[in-house]
Each structure stands twice: as structure tokens, then as C-alpha cells.
């Protein structure tokens, strides 16, 4: 049901995967990755963050990957099953997959083709994801499994989303051995991202109850395209979420994305009634959700819905992938949407590809007064003290 989609590619933003590992690239050991991020200053790792490699002894997929048995499905007639993961509900049949393209019917039985299976794995900043509420300065093992549900036109890893797992390079890289790598390289988190964890739902959720297992947090980068009682799931095992918020039209999820915003509102509010970190991103691409109208309306909810201290971040758009004919989102468009977010009440909204720019920073809600200072991926300044600002004392929700 799902097909290749092919485009062109820019440089690297924030939250793209860098380029995958070669075949024979070594595993770097501990004193070279220490060495590394001590000359990028510590935990809080700049871009370019050092890369982890596909391990020597990992062979790369040469054909369709093992099957692993799936969850959330159902049985219907004639050997046919129906994938109850994500809002889609794929009726599959026999030898046939969902518009995912990593899950199989493989005689009624429904498997995913993608546990334990890697196609990008680095150590980033936590704030390249972006998360800017939760433990600032730190890094992110972060790692992707080819697949997604949806189809963004502005795609940024296209090259992994929208393929077939045999159609690319993949390794194992099992859940334990992700959990101990964090755990003895002391990096705080991993990352399920850049392409859509929801699609590989197992593999996320066997390596967020590893991690956990090793005091290692786990956070979710995901569309937000997923069912309730697996979200559910997820929620008991992850440290945070990030929702890609791409619009609050079902104009926009329709014709940019084959998706409904619906689902969506249901999933971030599902999140916030669980206890959950969330911060929201959305990518501004000009002409297409940039209308002011829809930007207060979209506040408006979130501040209603969500509460005024869930982080929003207005990130700029650069062409890419079916979307270039497109300039890059004007930096007083992404202004005019944090003044406009700030209006209706909401308490941190940040501004996303534009380094150095004041809208990174986190400010005090009460006196406006600068505590965590940022640079693109870098802290310059945490003046935060357990959680709070230093001079009026008031709170700053966010896991620190």
C-alpha cells in the first residue's frame, strides 16, 4: 500500500538526521567520544555533534528485515488484519503492508519489519530536537527506524520516512544494547526520531522500558498520528514528548501532509491529561500556515487545551523535498507568530532555526528576566535554580 516517494534535499536543520554511517565505520570508543564532547563543550553538544557509527561486526540489511510480531491489530476475514496503531486503520491483506511500509500481513498474522533495526543513530543536543523544558545543556542518543504514517510535502528525512525498510541501509542495534551504551557513556536520554517512532512502535517501546530499567530517560519526537491506548502505553515508559504541530487546519493536513488534524488535538490532549512533558513545534512554511487568523486560533486552543506553560516553538522553513519552490520563512514572519502566541497567553514560545536570534530564550513568565540563555544548540547561561528563577522565586515547569 505504501510506495517510495523520491525529491531533492538541503542542508541540514534541526531535527534532521545527518548522514547515516558507512559500512566498515568503526564504533568510537569511549575515551574518543569523551575527547569529543569535551572540545564541544561538554554535555551541551553543539551541531555536528559526534556521530555514533554502525558497529563493525553489524552487518547491514541486505533484504527485507526478520519479521517481529506486532501489536495493536486485530483479525478480520480471509487472512485479512486491521492495524489499529494509528488513526489510518489499514486493512491489510495476506503478504500485504499498511501505507507505512514496514508493517506486513504475513498469513494473518500482522509483524513489524523494523524491530532492532537502525538507519540513523547520533548523539545530539537535546536542544536540536528541539526540547527546551527538559534537562537543558545534556545530550540525546538518537536514533530512527525507517517508516512513517503520514507524508509531509517540507519533509526533512524523506530519505528515511518514506521508504521501504530493504530499500535502505539498516543494522541491529538491539533495545539492552542502546540502554547500556547510554548508561556507561553517562548521556541522559535517548531519542526516538527523525523519521515517526508510531511506526515502529515495538522497537520504541522495548527501548524506553530498557533505558528505563538503566535510569535513562526516553523522549518521543512523533507526528502525533497515533491511537489512543498505544499512546497510552507509551506514556507509561517515556521522560517526554514532542509533537510536531504541523498546522490547526485540516486544509494543510489534507493536502501537505495525507493526514487529519483531528487525531492529532485528540493526541496532545491525551499527553497533557497523562502527566507527560510536551513542548510543540510547528514548522512555519509561507503561504500555508502563516495566516495570523489560524496562528491566534491555534494559541488560542493550546492555551486552553494545554495550559499557558506548554512550550511552543515557531521554527523556520527551508525548501526541501517537494517544497522548493518556496523561500525560507521570513524571520518577522516567525516574530509576528511568538508576538501573537504571547498575546493569547501562552508562557514560552521560542523561535526555531534563527541562531543568536532573543526568541530562544527562556524567560522568567513573571519579570521577564532571561534564565537560560541559548545559541543555536548551545546553553551559554542556566540561571535557574531548582527549577525556579533566581529572583522572584516563581516556578518554571519543565523537567530539570
Avoid at 50 to 73: G, I, N
Avoid at 103 to 132: A, M, Q
Amino acid at each position: 500500500m505504501s510506495t517510495t516517494r523520491r525529491g531533492t534535499r538541503s542542508d541540514p536543520v534541526p531535527g534532521q538526521a545527518s548522514r547515516n554511517p558507512k559500512p566498515g565505520d568503526p564504533l568510537p570508543s569511549r575515551r574518543s567520544m569523551l575527547h569529543a564532547a569535551c572540545a564541544l563543550g561538554g554535555c551541551a553538544l553543539a551541531a555536528g555533534a559526534v556521530r555514533l557509527a554502525r558497529a563493525q561486526d553489524a552487518e547491514p540489511a541486505t533484504a527485507a528485515p526478520e519479521p517481529h510480531e506486532a501489536q495493536h491489530w486485530e483479525k478480520l476475514g480471509d487472512n485479512k488484519v486491521r492495524c489499529l496503531l494509528c488513526p489510518r486503520h489499514c486493512e491489510v491483506a495476506d503478504r500485504e503492508r499498511g501505507t507505512c511500509g514496514v508493517r506486513e500481513n504475513r498469513g494473518g498474522e500482522y509483524k513489524t519489519l523494523v524491530w532492532g533495526r537502525c538507519c540513523s543513530e547520533h548523539v545530539d543536543p537535546i536542544e536540536k530536537k528541539p526540547l527546551f523544558h527538559y534537562k537543558p545543556g545534556t545530550s540525546a542518543y538518537s536514533l530512527a527506524a525507517p517508516g512513517c504514517n503520514i507524508e509531509c510535502s517540507f519533509c526533512q528525512n524523506w530519505e528515511i520516512s518514506q521508504v521501504r525498510p530493504e530499500q535502505i541501509e539498516t543494522w541491529e542495534r538491539s533495545p539492552a544494547e542502546i540502554a547500556a551504551l547510554c548508561a556507561e557513556r553517562s548521556i541522559p536520554s535517548v531519542a526516538l526520531t527523525y523519521s515517526e517512532p508510531a511506526v515502529w512502535w515495538e522497537y520504541g517501546r522495548d527501548i524506553a522500558a530498557a533505558a528505563k530499567e538503566r535510569d535513562v530517560g526516553t523522549v518521543v519526537i512523533s507526528n502525533g498520528y497515533i491511537e489512543e491506548q498505544p499512546l497510552r502505553e507509551w506514556c507509561e515508559v517515556v521522560s517526554a514528548i514532542k509533537i510536531d504541530f504541523k498546522a490547526f487546519t485540516q486544509r494543510f493536513y489534507r493536502d501537505q501532509c495525507s493526514a487529519d488534524l483531528g487525531p492529532v488535538l485528540d493526541t496532545l490532549g491525551r499527553i497533557k491529561d497523562a502527566g507527560v512533558w510536551l513542548e510543540l513545534v510547528q514548522l512555519v512554511v509561507p503561504t500555508l500556515n502563516d495566516d495570523e487568523t489560524e496562528v491566534r486560533a491555534m494559541s488560542r486552543w493550546i492555551q486552553q487545551r494545554l495550559g499557558p506553560d506548554v512550550p511552543l516553538h515557531f521554527t523556520r522553513f527551508h525548501p526541501m523535498y517537494k517544497l522548493t519552490d518556496l523561500e525560507p520563512t521570513p524571520v518577522a514572519t516567525l516574530e509576528r507568530c511568538r508576538e501573537i502566541a504571547m498575546a493569547e497567553g501562552l508562557h514560552f514560545v521560542y523561535l526555531g532555526n534563527v541562531p543568536r536570534h532573543p526568541g530562544e530564550n527562556t524567560c522568567c513568565p513573571r519579570t521577564g528576566e532571561v534564565l537560560i540563555e541559548r545559541a543555536g544548540y548551545t546553553i551559554l547561561e542556566n540561571r535557574l535554580v531548582d527549577g525556579k528563577c533566581p529572583c522572584c522565586g516563581v516556578a518554571v515547569p519543565g523537567v530539570w
